[in-house]
């Protein structure tokens, strides 16, 4: 059974950083793509990176290129949202999600491509 657990989520201050994390088990850890999104209330879910867990190869939302930075550990079957310079505006629930057996493509930023999914940690940031 694929299972993905994130954790992180915390209140912050506006300009301050933090690190989700997400637990994967369940599935071919090298042949897949984890991607990271978010929903703010209201709002429809956004793709913010993804990671293709093979060879680490990556992509961002325009909206947090340079301050996002998304990682992976293979040998602890875990993926990494490293988030700085926040902004109230990233205040959101943050999902993490994987495709078995993908390879990163213009699609990959959007969750109708992914098939498993967590059930989210919330990010609240400050002003």
């Known amino acids: 059974e694929v299972q993905l657990v994130e954790s992180g989520g915390v209140l912050v201050q506006a300009g301050g950083s933090l690190r989700l994390s997400c637990a994967a088990s369940?599935?071919?850890?090298?042949?897949?793509?984890i991607g990271w999104f978010r929903q703010a209330p209201g709002k429809e879910r956004e793709g913010v990176s993804c990671i293709n867990l093979r060879d680490g190869s990556s992509r961002y939302a325009d909206s947090v290129k340079g301050r996002f930075t998304i990682s992976s550990d293979n040998r602890k079957n875990a993926i990494y949202l490293q988030m700085s310079s926040l902004e109230p505006e990233d205040t959101a629930v943050y999902y993490c999600?994987?495709?078995?057996?993908?390879?990163?493509?213009?699609?990959?930023?959007?969750?109708?491509?992914?098939?498993?999914w967590g059930q989210g940690t919330q990010v609240t940031v400050s002003s």
């Open positions: 369940g599935f071919t850890f090298d042949d897949s793509v």
């Open positions: 999600a994987a495709r078995i057996r993908g390879l990163l493509n213009w699609a990959s930023l959007q969750a109708i491509w992914y098939d498993h």
